[in-house]
């Protein structure tokens, strides 16, 4: 029989010794967050089986130790001031560190880019950008991200239809 002492710290190959083990009262409650992060804690307790204040305190240290980085709303895309969503592939030649720490601190910093990936296959990156209309996603196509590297290749997709949106990841 194993004995789970809250809070112990492990040992993880990816995160080292700063790895806070989870129970499943901990990953009920990471799971229940993800669908609905703005339920009342009295309604999170029912559904994991806890009471509030016990979700309390674990909801505290699910951010401090960052398992929780933020909580987001996701708006609807027609209604926002950016209703085009385009889906853009990133090659870079030159791959050196200053290049890489140079195109990635564009991306993070970027207003129209909501998300970014450093991805391996046909494309470097993987960008999911928001704009207000096609010319604002032609001068960050042309002016913006051609700027940004002598020699860098693209491929947009545009999105036609919103499916889903999710950030789930699963901690069973």
């Known amino acids: 029989m194993q004995i789970l ?5 492990i040992s993880h190959p990816l ?12 990953r009920r409650i990471l799971d229940a967050v993800q669908a609905k992060a703005d339920r009342p804690l009295h309604q999170l307790a029912e559904i994991v089986g806890s009471t509030p204040a016990t979700c309390q305190r674990r909801l505290a240290r699910l951010r401090t130790d960052g398992y929780i980085q933020s909580v987001i709303s996701i708006v609807d895309q027609a209604r926002s001031n950016e209703p085009i969503t385009v889906l853009i592939g990133v090659s870079i030649n030159n791959q050196s560190a200053a290049s890489q720490r140079r195109t990635q601190k564009f991306f993070i910093t970027h ?4 998300m ?4 391996t296959g046909d494309f470097d990156y993987m960008l999911v950008c928001a704009f207000r209309d096609n010319r604002a996603l ?3 196509l042309e002016d913006d991200l051609v700027k940004l ?3 860098i290749r ?11 949106i999710s ?3 699963s901690f069973f």
């Open 5 to 9: 002492v809250l809070g112990e710290k």
């Open 15 to 26: 995160y080292g010794s700063n790895f806070m083990k989870l129970d499943a009262l901990d």
């Open 111 to 114: 207003a129209n880019v909501r």
């Open 116 to 119: 970014a990936w450093m991805t």
């Open 138 to 140: 032609a001068v960050f």
């Open 149 to 151: 590297e002598k020699e």
């Open 154 to 164: 693209f491929r947009t997709f545009f999105s036609l239809k919103e499916l889903k």
């Open 167 to 169: 950030s789930f990841r």
